[in-house]
């Protein structure tokens, strides 16, 4: 049995990693903002801080075996200062704590969007460079942070560090992806950004926490896979309009039609940026330049790496995981959530 902390252990993702590791039998502490009875009567010890305190954070990875650093600021409006001090400063002191502790394994959660360059991004591996003209905090931090993962690897002192790279996680349990997008579906106000044929990656949630685990075994063979970064999805791209409108149609909502052009998105993405910067907003624009890129253009990667290196296989099919959100988000919509 080991020790594990999970940062963001009561988040989407972080749940279904401490699913894995209950279920191997491991003493489990998860590290959030906010306290979870349900984790709490399954035997998850549970410390309530934020990432921006470092004490708290550092303390949390005393007497572990295995940090698995899920926990970030997500999303794509919002402050340098916003995402810089959870991303960053908030990695940093996992990475003290492991160092002072002496952990023995580091498993960090990025994002593809760590290569983000505005353009489009087809069968790229991990031999493509860290991101430039990055139009989001998120993105720009992540790059950061993953840099600091990786070069803090250690196989003699340890941590031994992984990182790995989901894109577009979705399944049952997401709360902001696809019940944003079927909210705003429903309320007509989707539409489809540039010509629609678009092929992105996505990666069923299940099949993202079993990578994790697959790295954390795989820093038990020094040499292995520490110090790298690896792209996960479900190893084949989506259409993504296609994708997003045979989702409606088996939730009974109306296709997607109406198209918007990208460099029409794109300038009405700055010019609402523009505005909610000088208005001081802090709720979401209702498009950014981040966003219609991403909307837009190919976004798909070459998991080989993570199949040969971890031993990665998605193994939860895309169907069998839409035709369980379809029925997890019909019984929302029938309470009227």
């Known amino acids: 049995m080991s020790k594990i902390l999970v940062t963001g252990g009561g988040g989407f993702l972080g749940r279904y990693v401490v699913d894995r590791l209950l279920a191997r039998g491991d ?21 309530q801080a934020d ?19 899920v926990a ?10 916003a995402y810089f001090r959870p991303n960053v400063e908030g990695t940093r002191a996992v990475l003290e704590g492991c160092r002072r502790f002496g952990v023995n394994k580091l498993v960090y959660t990025s994002t593809p969007s760590v290569v983000f360059t505005g353009g489009a991004l087809a069968g790229v591996d991990e031999s493509a460079p860290y ?3 990055w139009l989001c905090h998120y993105a720009h931090t992540k790059a950061l942070a993953e840099q600091e993962i990786l070069a803090a690897n250690n196989p003699t002192a340890g941590p031994r560090t992984v990182a790995l ?7 049952v349990g997401d709360n902001h992806l696809i019940p944003r997008v079927v909210g705003r579906a429903r309320r007509g106000r989707l539409r489809i950004v540039g010509d629609g044929c678009n092929r992105v990656d996505i990666v069923h949630v299940a099949n993202a926490a079993g990578a994790h685990i697959l790295a954390e075994r795989a820093l038990d063979e020094p040499g292995r896979a520490d110090g790298r970064a690896y792209f996960v999805s479900q190893g084949e791209p989506v259409v993504l309009w296609s994708w997003i409108n045979d989702l409606l149609e088996r939730l009974g909502i109306p296709r997607v039609t109406g198209k918007l052009p990208l460099r029409a998105a794109y300038g009405l993405g700055a010019v609402c940026e523009g505005l909610f910067g000088l208005l001081r907003l802090q ?4 498009m950014t330049r981040f966003v219609a890129v991403e909307l837009a253009k190919d976004h798909f ?21 839409l035709e369980e959100l379809v029925a997890d988000l019909r019984a929302r919509m029938g309470k009227g959530s």
């Open 283 to 286: 709720t979401e624009p209702p």
């Open 165 to 171: 790279r989901p894109h577009l996680i979705w399944g």
């Open 27 to 47: 003493e489990v502490t998860i590290l959030g903002r906010r306290p979870h009875e349900d984790l709490r009567r399954r035997g998850v010890d549970q410390i």
């Open 131 to 133: 991101g430039t003209n």
């Open 72 to 81: 970030a600021k997500a999303g794509v409006w919002g402050s340098w200062d």
């Open 51 to 69: 990432l921006g305190d470092r004490e708290a954070v550092i303390e949390a990875c005393r007497d572990r075996d295995t940090v698995f650093h």
């Open 301 to 321: 990667f070459d998991i080989s790496a993570a199949r040969s290196d971890l031993g990665y296989q998605p193994s939860f099919s895309t169907e069998a995981g």
